[in-house]
């Protein structure tokens, strides 16, 4: 079930970019209440035999979490990891669970109104299933993706049938466990900080 902050019509989100196949930039969001941190990318271990998508494990204070390529998963072809980027893991905690997504650049926190959103075409993408709509936002078209079928959480998995792909940390019963009651100071100046790095 979606945890989605939404005050008077008004979607708080976090927009990010992902170099596509052809180096342009595609624009994307998901909610703000998603987001738990923002991470410069450090080191990621490799899974072998692991799903494309899977860019490997990281080490989050101690709890090993996985790392999912945004653009592998959106079939928009594999990340590469730079140093010196702007690239960044956006730490998400959704259902209880951690997941790191790989992203080229974190832009802003922006508000949508409910109002501003637009249906995905259906014959836009393979599976639509991902996208929560769409918005224009001074003349940029943003994407805004469903974290938890992105991930294959609630009832969707990337064959419709199989828990087995559900990625992430689990987080029920943990001490460290995160609980994000509203938007929060602290994940706005989280995003603001990444933005002027």
Do not use: W
Not at 55 to 79: F, Q, W
Not at 86 to 105: A, M, S, W, Y
Not at 143 to 167: A, F, G, V
């Amino acid at each position: 079930m979606s945890t989605e902050i939404v005050i008077n019509d008004i979607l708080q989100v976090v927009s990010f970019t992902v170099a596509e196949k052809s180096k342009k930039k595609g624009n994307y969001c998901i909610s703000i209440d998603q987001v738990k941190e923002i991470r410069i990318v450090d080191t990621i271990t490799k899974i072998p035999k692991s799903k494309p998508y899977v860019k490997g494990l990281m080490n989050l204070r101690g709890k090993i979490i996985p790392v999912i390529d945004v653009n592998s998963k959106l079939g928009l072809g594999e990340t590469i990891i730079l140093e010196n980027s702007k690239q960044r893991i956006l730490v998400t905690d959704v259902n209880n669970t951690l997941t790191g997504l790989l992203v080229d650049e974190v832009n802003d926190v922006i508000k949508i109104s409910s109002k501003d959103i637009d249906d995905v075409p259906s014959n836009m993408f393979a599976d639509n299933d991902f996208f929560k709509g769409i918005v224009k936002i001074n003349e940029n078209i943003i994407m805004i993706l469903d974290i938890e079928k992105l991930l294959n959480y609630s009832n969707y998995t990337d064959n419709h049938n199989d828990s087995s792909n559900q990625i992430g940390c689990n987080l029920k019963n943990s001490k460290d466990m995160c609980e994000i009651n509203g938007i929060t100071p602290e994940i706005d100046e989280l995003v603001k900080q990444e933005i002027n790095k």
